[in-house]
């Protein structure tokens, strides 16, 4: 007796696994491309490129369309910037050239030193001054201003390399800021102010803020 051969079992289906591809890759405007504004912020361009890259990771063709478009936006956000401080600058110059003649001399007398050297410098004059209020109880700031006015006349003359306009420029700072102070302290109500601090001491650290000004930006 013959048996009727068996008929085979039906393949399953073949299924290709296919690497997700960038639907964009002919989409030439970049803003577009990345799926943003054309006002979006630096960081919105860093973060659609970043989420792109890893949405379509392991596709080379897609990650170069993804990077050739953020490239020329970060490129041209860059030359933006440039160009705004270049406008920026010239906006100032040109203030500055047709301010009066005596706005002109002054800032003739004025500059702007690097930052860590500003910040050293308030930091040496604030430590003047929180000395002055810790010894308050116990004497007059005599000499911390003293060494105040020492240290700027050595700054001025760094600069200026002319010990006597150093002398004269730093004694000039001291003088005005006692001044001013003496001015500015007696106009401030006396409930707003340490009963122990005395107008020595007040007058005191409105010359050390003198001192600085004077021995960081004058010329």
């Known amino acids: 007796?013959?048996?009727?051969?068996?008929?085979?079992?039906?393949?399953?289906?073949?299924?290709?696994?296919?690497?997700?591809t960038f639907p964009r890759t002919r989409v030439w405007d970049p803003y577009k491309r990345l799926g943003i504004s054309?006002?979006?912020?630096e960081e919105e361009i860093w973060a659609s490129r970043n989420f792109l890259l890893e949405q379509y990771a392991g596709h080379e063709r897609s990650q170069e369309s993804i990077e050739g478009p953020f490239e020329k936006l970060l490129m041209s956000s860059f030359v933006k910037r440039k160009k705004t401080k270049i406008n920026l600058k010239t906006r100032l110059k040109k203030k500055v050239e047709e301010s009066p003649p005596w706005l002109k001399a002054l800032f003739d007398f004025v500059e702007?030193?690097?930052?860590?050297?500003?910040?050293?410098r308030l930091f040496l004059f604030a430590f003047m001054g929180?000395?002055?209020?810790?010894n308050s109880a116990e004497g007059g700031p005599a000499f911390q201003v003293a060494v105040s006015l020492a240290a700027c006349i050595y700054f001025l003359n760094e600069k200026t390399k002319s010990l006597g306009r150093a002398?004269?420029?730093?004694?000039?700072?001291?003088?005005a800021g006692w001044f001013c102070g003496s001015l500015v302290i007696s106009m401030i109500p006396t409930v707003l102010i340490n009963p122990a601090w005395t107008l020595e001491l007040l007058?005191?650290?409105?010359?050390?803020?003198?001192?600085?000004?004077?021995?960081t930006f004058l010329k």
């Open 1 to 20: 007796m013959f048996q009727e051969p068996s008929r085979p079992l039906s393949a399953p289906p073949l299924i290709l696994h296919t690497e997700a």
């Open 38 to 41: 054309p006002y979006a912020s």
């Open 112 to 120: 702007m030193p690097p930052m860590d050297t500003v910040f050293r």
């Open 130 to 134: 929180g000395w002055s209020i810790m």
């Open 167 to 175: 002398f004269l420029i730093g004694i000039g700072a001291l003088v």
């Open 203 to 215: 007058t005191s650290l409105v010359a050390y803020v003198f001192l600085f000004l004077s021995c």
